[in-house]
């Protein structure tokens, strides 16, 4: 009953806007009583009624009350705040569901303020208080409050457990190295703890270090970010000027061949036309003529006759009766080779510009420790360095193909053979995938024997059955392709062709630079000659592909061991 009596004294000297001991009291008309702060705050927000009430009784009061400090009351908390009486918590010092109650309260605890490891116990502040003044408790650790303060005690003794056994990695009482710990290495949990410390540091100076290290990359890739962006900027700025001054050029030199070739038209016209208005006339004058010698002939008197005939038959001053020579019809045919000739001159330094391009365009760094790409390989030597072991997969292979040598020949066969059912193989076309995914630099060589074959690479997921543009190499996006044949080459690609010039060999290197997009086809004979080059990005790993679809029974093709 004492305790609830000093509890309801503390609650009559707190103030009820903040629950805390009262400051600075007053006491308005009503008679309630509040910190002068508290319900100036609290009137400040009623003034745009100009009506001013008590947060207990609601009782309003008009004009605003004038505010006085109440002296005796506040003399009165001063005392007793000197006595110890403090004002009664608020309800968020009491501990709630997730909170460490204090193990001394009775009745409706308070939360916790620190937990002692000597005694086992939490403590809230008021309880806390003779761990501070009694010098018995000098010696008590007090840590932030922990509900697992009964994880310190050994099982097994029922003793603080306040050493660790480094044999078993395991905090122990001082009674457990005298039986179950005997012999083991054993130390104080503080001499323990400050090992650990010191590893815990250098643990902690490391991954300070990984992280200074961490940011400074950081900041060194986002400048290297903004130096490819502003050099991105600047080429692309650079090559729309130079691509303007090129086609300007070109409209210059358009213009200039229009008004040479028209010139050249009004000339050729007007020396023909004149031609033509001379020949004309002369043809005339020769109508005339024949008239006046039919008419002579039809005469008959014969001394008239022999007159006048000598002076109608002399043809003198007709210089083109019938010798004109027409010229043929190529007038502008040199022009119009000179103009083709620039083109396909244009085209070429076109083309192998932008192949230099998108090669330099693959070997931007973009990390600072990523080395730069290596050059395309351009012998036979360099290829075989990146030679890869490729075997054919028995289960994409066309049940119309036989596998020998180690799953590396395929034979073209009369009859079906009788492989098992599996979703991966070709159902319609005489094809088969390799076993091995393709990725980075890769290079290998095909032998053939027959009429010819189809040379790929395709992606894993290219259909196996359906419409022959689905599953065919070569014939959709999922596939690169070149036909070997022994007159010519073409290659495919979602199916459009492109005649491809080049030596016939029975043997063709593929190169492959996944990263880089390249693909490259090669003629190997005694020499190796570069059939056709692919620039393109690919988006998933590629597979080795086969196809004999012009092939007849008994055409192989061979995977070659290169190493």
Not at 54 to 72: A, D, E, I, S, W
Not at 372 to 378: C, M
Not at 511 to 534: K, P, Q, W
Request: one cysteine or more; glycine letters at 6%.
């Amino acid at each position: 009953m004492a305790q609830k009596g000093v509890q309801l004294d503390r609650e009559s000297f707190s103030c009820s806007i903040c629950l805390d001991l009262l400051k600075n009291p007053v006491a308005i008309p009503c008679g309630h009583s509040y910190c002068m702060n508290c319900i100036k705050s609290h009137w400040d927000g009623e003034d745009v009624r100009r009506e001013y009430s008590c947060p207990q009784c609601r009782q309003t009061f008009k004009p605003r009350p004038v505010l006085g400090k109440n002296t005796m009351l506040a003399d009165l908390v001063e005392k007793l705040k000197k006595t110890g009486l403090q004002a009664a918590p608020a309800d968020h010092c009491y501990a709630g569901p997730e909170d460490v109650s204090c193990d001394v309260c009775t009745g409706r605890k308070l939360r916790a303020s620190k937990s002692c490891l000597f005694c086992l116990i939490s403590y809230c502040d008021e309880h806390l208080e003779p761990h501070f003044e009694l010098p018995v408790y000098k010696k008590h650790k007090l840590v932030e409050p922990s509900k697992k303060l009964q994880e310190n005690v050994c099982s097994r003794h029922d003793e603080v457990m306040k050493m660790f056994c480094r044999t078993d990695q395991q905090s122990i009482c001082y009674l457990c190295p005298e039986d179950e710990h005997k012999g083991h290495d054993t130390v104080s949990a503080a001499a323990e703890r400050t090992e650990m410390q010191r590893g815990l540091e250098g643990s902690r100076l490391n991954i300070q270090q990984r992280i200074q290290d961490g940011e400074k990359d950081v900041k060194l890739l986002q400048q290297e970010v903004e130096a490819i962006n502003r050099s991105a900027d600047k080429t692309v700025e650079h090559f729309g000027k130079t691509f303007t001054e090129l086609i300007r050029l070109m409209e210059k030199r358009r213009s200039d061949v229009k008004q040479q070739v028209r010139s050249q038209q009004k000339t050729e016209v007007s020396r023909v036309k004149e031609l033509q208005e001379k020949l004309e006339q002369e043809i005339t004058e020769l109508k005339r003529r024949d008239a006046e010698l039919q008419k002579l002939s039809l005469t008959e008197d014969h001394n008239q006759f022999l007159q006048d005939y000598p002076s109608l038959s002399a043809l003198s001053g007709f210089t083109h009766p019938s010798g004109t020579k027409i010229r043929p019809l190529r007038y502008f045919e040199d022009v119009t080779a000179a103009v083709s000739g620039v083109r396909d001159k244009l085209q070429d330094v076109l083309r192998e510009g932008w192949t230099n391009i998108s090669q330099t365009g693959t070997e931007v760094d973009v990390l600072l420790s990523q080395p730069r790409a290596e050059p395309e390989p351009k012998t036979r030597a360099e290829l075989l360095k990146y030679s890869r072991d490729i075997t054919l997969d028995p289960n994409t292979v066309n049940t119309r193909l036989l596998l020998s040598d180690g799953n590396r020949k395929a034979t073209l066969m009369a009859e079906e053979q009788s492989y098992s059912s599996h979703p991966e193989r070709f159902i319609e076309r005489w094809q088969v995938l390799s076993r091995e995914s393709l990725t980075g630099r890769c290079y290998w060589e095909v032998k053939w024997v027959g009429r010819g074959l189809r040379l790929a690479v395709a992606y894993k997921s290219i259909s196996r059955a359906g419409s022959w543009n689905e599953c065919g190499f070569g014939l959709n996006e999922k596939s690169w392709a070149l036909d070997c044949k022994k007159n010519y080459y073409i290659f495919w690609y979602n199916n459009i062709q492109t005649r491809v010039s080049g030596p016939r060999s029975f043997r063709v290197g593929v190169y492959l630079d996944h990263s880089a997009g390249v693909l490259s086809f090669y003629s190997i004979s005694d020499t190796m000659t570069l059939l056709h080059r692919v620039q393109t990005t690919f988006t998933e790993p590629l597979y080795a592909g086969l196809w004999l679809g012009w092939s007849v029974p008994g055409d192989t093709i061979e995977m070659c061991k290169l190493k």
